[in-house]
């Protein structure tokens, strides 16, 4: 079975960009979360949604990245204008109703904002 | 107070010893505590999950939770070169029903080093 997958890999962009980052979780998982990675910050979550419904998105850090899930099987991450401090890795990760805790985290997308 | 504490290391023992990784938390709700083994470059992958206080062992690896101290332990056993990587702590909260949000919040991770 397949794992989380994301895309791009990687992304190299210049500020003012807007960036969109998909995820597909694993099917059958009604749980999708969004979260950052950085040095100076560590792991942060930015959003989660339940059956494709945002759930909490107080971690997303300004109204510049915005969230969507039109569908159980894919969700995006769009941030507009995009800066150089929100270079990052950004994950996606997926779990299932009954051990929503559990998380299964995608290869991540590897963000340069030039 | 960070929610979820750790010591970012590096820790370093040598091949075969007993890698002993610790990680603290403030939220007395917490209800389940779990613990990710990132490799550079790489994602974090889930190696150990613990509900309840005391030891839970699956092959070279114990979680130990002390829900009274607010502590998580993870205990490497024979500790291989292979077990480089950074360890994450990471902490589910519940709501004031018991109800868990499904929420992780993750410590800054103590990397680990196991040299031959």
């Known amino acids: 079975d397949a794992g989380v997958i994301q895309s791009p890999r990687h992304e190299v962009t210049e500020m003012g960009q807007e960036v969109t980052l998909r995820c597909k979780p694993i099917s059958g998982h009604d749980y999708l979360f969004w979260y950052r990675q950085t040095m100076m910050r560590g792991l942060e979550l930015l959003i989660y949604f339940n059956n494709n419904v945002p759930i909490d998105d107080s971690g997303m850090p300004e109204d510049r990245f915005s969230a969507k899930m039109p569908n159980a099987s894919f969700s995006t991450l769009k941030i507009q204008p995009s800066e150089p401090r929100d270079s990052a890795v950004y994950f996606c990760?997926?779990?299932?109703?009954?051990?929503?805790?559990?998380?299964?985290f995608g290869p991540g997308t590897r963000l340069l904002v030039l | 107070q960070k929610e979820v504490e750790q010591n970012s290391g590096p820790l370093s023992v040598p091949e075969g010893a007993i890698a002993s990784l610790n990680c603290t938390y403030s939220d007395r709700g917490s209800q389940s505590f779990f613990w990710y083994r990132q490799y550079s470059g790489k994602s974090p992958e889930l190696i150990m999950s613990?509900?309840?206080?005391g030891d839970k062992e699956d092959g070279r690896f114990t979680a130990q939770l002390n829900k009274a101290s607010q502590y998580v332990s993870l205990l490497i056993r024979d500790s291989q070169p292979s077990d480089s990587a950074t360890y994450l702590c990471a902490v589910n909260i519940a709501n004031a029903g018991g109800t868990s949000y499904g929420k992780l919040t993750f410590g800054q991770g103590t990397i680990l080093t196991v040299h031959p």
């Open positions: 990760a997926s779990s299932f109703m009954d051990r929503k805790e559990t998380q299964y």
């Open positions: 613990i509900y309840s206080n």
